[in-house]
């Protein structure tokens, strides 16, 4: 702690840097940098979003099976390679609300992840548009952690990363260390941590900050019962003292415990929207 007290007290405070202005992601600016939005407000629109991805390389269906496609396929890789599209996002539109925490839900490739990716502005749209009122943070993309540096400089690098001065460096720095549990391991590099430690500091680095938007893709399935009951108790004030979250998990307990409603994506589409019990049980009966 020492080491980390000199080394923040010779270290100029920055404020973050400008997302880049080719993702079209369209943030609005705040009138007044004053108290937090009151419950209701929207922070975040999708209209009628699509995300195509494309793929090189993939075969289809058809082109799949017996010998004769095999060796097609690597003729043809010889030249120029096949370029297939995947329709990830198809026409989603929804308008979340300050006080928020939605749960999205859905089976492998309905496109959870890919919807977060895009209202973090990681995924540019191939039509329709996201809107937020503030900067969203995906949930282990802005705590830039590093394998080969020790939790207690991943702590320093994440906390600023994410935009935070020294002064408040100092002051969540024991909070962030108790509440992932690693104890005497923030002394040791990331590479020597399991991936639930690592989800687990993550996490506590995420969540030190108020967040306008707070993206949370599976990163509580890590973790010990204690760990997650610490996990939805932190959503639960970051709702009152920040904006919106948005959380992304199989274990639907967590999503029913924690969220005030949810969204069931199936191939990229928006099944049902609504409560969590009715959601959810639509989903079981699924």
């Known amino acids: 702690m020492a080491e980390l007290t000199e080394e923040l007290s010779h270290v100029k405070s920055e404020e973050p840097g400008v997302p880049s ?14 108290s937090p939005a009151p419950a209701g407000t929207p922070t975040v629109i999708v209209d009628d979003l699509h995300i195509v ?67 973090a502005g990681l995924l540019p749209p191939h039509s329709g548009a996201v809107y937020t ?15 080969d540096l020790t939790g207690e400089r991943n ?57 306008d938007v707070l993206l949370i893709d599976e990163a509580l399935a890590t973790g010990d019962r204690d760990f997650k009951r610490k996990s939805q108790e932190r959503i639960k004030l970051m709702r009152q003292e920040a904006g919106t979250v948005f959380l992304v998990a199989h274990n ?3 999503i029913e415990e924690t969220c ?10 928006i099944k049902m929207d609504g409560g969590p019990k009715e959601v959810l049980a639509a989903y079981n009966r699924a």
């Open 53 to 119: 991805y494309r793929v090189y390389g993939a075969a289809s269906d058809a082109e799949r099976g017996n010998a004769a496609n095999a060796l097609l396929r690597l003729v043809r890789r010889q030249g120029r390679p096949q370029m297939r599209e995947v329709h990830a996002i198809k026409g989603v539109s929804f308008v979340a609300h300050h006080g928020d925490a939605i749960g999205v839900i859905g089976r492998n490739g309905s496109g959870k992840s890919t919807l977060l990716r895009a209202i």
């Open 155 to 211: 702590i320093v690098l994440g906390c600023y990363a994410m935009g935070m001065k020294p002064s408040q460096v100092k002051e969540k720095y024991s909070d962030i260390v108790d509440f992932s549990g690693i104890g005497e391991f923030v002394q040791f590099p990331m590479s020597t941590y399991s991936s639930g430690m690592g989800a687990r500091l993550r996490f506590a680095i995420a969540s030190a900050k108020a967040h």
């Open 133 to 147: 009122d503030g900067q969203p943070s995906l949930l282990g993309v802005n705590a830039a952690l590093m394998r």
């Open 252 to 254: 639907l307990d967590v």
């Open 21 to 34: 202005k080719d993702v079209k992601v369209h943030p609005v600016e705040p009138q007044a940098p004053a």
């Open 260 to 269: 005030n409603r949810v969204i069931w994506l199936h191939k990229g589409k």
